[in-house]
């Protein structure tokens, strides 16, 4: 069972970038459809991107696309979130999901599996 840990949170001005990273252990990444939500205070867990197990797609809200990047390491077995040009709006704790049997990217958290513990990104105006 892959257990995912997620880092690289912070507190930053708008306009900066922050990276980060979601380890998984337990299971190489590239057999999981991998993804990153967001979610508010008194907000539902939104979906901010997605990648394919083979890397080759991606997706993105609409609020998100142009400035956020997802990536993954398949050696270090880490997936990433390459956030530019941070906006207050962004504020949210920021989860990694994985899961092994859906077969396109999924934009409802229902659909994951597994989920890491969260990290919290606070953006500043």
């Known amino acids: 069972q892959v257990q995912l840990v997620e880092s690289g949170g912070g507190l930053v001005q708008a306009g900066d970038s922050l990276r980060l990273s979601c380890a998984a252990s337990?299971?190489?990444?590239?057999?999981?459809?991998m993804a990153w939500f967001r979610q508010a205070p008194g907000q539902e867990r939104t979906f901010v991107a997605g990648i394919s197990k083979n890397g080759a797609f991606t997706e993105y809200s609409d609020s998100v696309k142009g400035r956020f990047t997802i990536s993954e390491d398949v050696a270090k077995s880490t997936v990433y979130l390459q956030m530019n040009n941070l906006s207050p709006g962004d504020t949210a704790l920021y989860y990694c999901a994985a899961d092994a049997l859906i077969i396109r990217i999924r934009h409802t958290p229902t659909h994951y599996e597994h989920w890491g513990q969260g990290t919290q990104v606070t953006v500043s105006s």
């Open positions: 337990g299971g190489a990444v590239d057999t999981y459809f």
